[in-house]
């Protein structure tokens, strides 16, 4: 079953304090978005072990799984992003719907473990460009489909945005499926 869309405009996110994840643009420092890609992508995989992973919290909340699917996209999407901003002037970037790329892509179908290899390996790819990435080129400008103008800084600090409110989601979903979430005991994925 689809979930309702998501019309909101995040981009509120790079002027204040998420009040749901707490995460905080501003105050992030881009030099640290290598980090903070892997870090969220070892979140995933422990995420992603509890046996939980495939069950939606209710009608309208993705599943861990699903969340995860898509934060795998947001970094496969982010990286060509990237390559524009570093490779074009001013590029304009093509329209992503990421609810109808959840419906054909299947998010509810796909297998924790899979997803988790999948999202580390597009985080991987996505830090290890960032690694490249260095004085005036974080000044380097794209504009969404909307309108919507970034910097390489404040694309930077919009990305993390992303994963890290994702993992909170994630994690509110297990609190509403009955117990909170805990790192898994036993071998890793």
């Known amino acids: 079953m689809p979930i309702v869309p998501d019309d909101k405009n995040w981009t509120w996110v790079l002027e204040r304090v998420c009040p749901d994840c707490g995460f905080e643009a501003a105050t992030f420092d881009p030099l640290n978005v290598r980090g903070t890609i892997e870090a969220n992508a070892l979140r995933w995989r422990d995420l992603l072990a509890d046996r939980r992973a495939t069950r939606r919290p209710d009608e309208n909340t993705w599943s861990a799984t699903e969340y995860a699917c898509h934060v795998r ?78 910097t390489i800084d404040s694309f930077t600090r919009y990305l993390v945005h992303d994963p890290v409110h994702h993992v909170w989601d994630a994690e509110k979903g297990y609190l509403k499926l009955g117990a909170p979430w805990a790192p898994p005991t036993g071998e890793p994925m």
Request: aromatic residues 12%; negative net charge.
């Open 73 to 150: 996209d947001v970094y496969r999407l982010y990286l060509l992003r990237l390559e524009l901003m570093m490779y074009e002037d001013g590029p304009t970037f093509a329209n992503w719907d990421q609810d109808e790329t959840a419906i054909k892509q299947a998010y509810d179908k796909q297998q924790p473990h899979d997803v988790a290899g999948e999202l580390h390996a597009a985080a991987g790819m996505l830090s290890a460009r960032y690694a490249t990435v260095g004085g005036a080129q974080w000044q380097r400008t794209g504009t969404r489909s909307d309108g919507v103008g970034f």
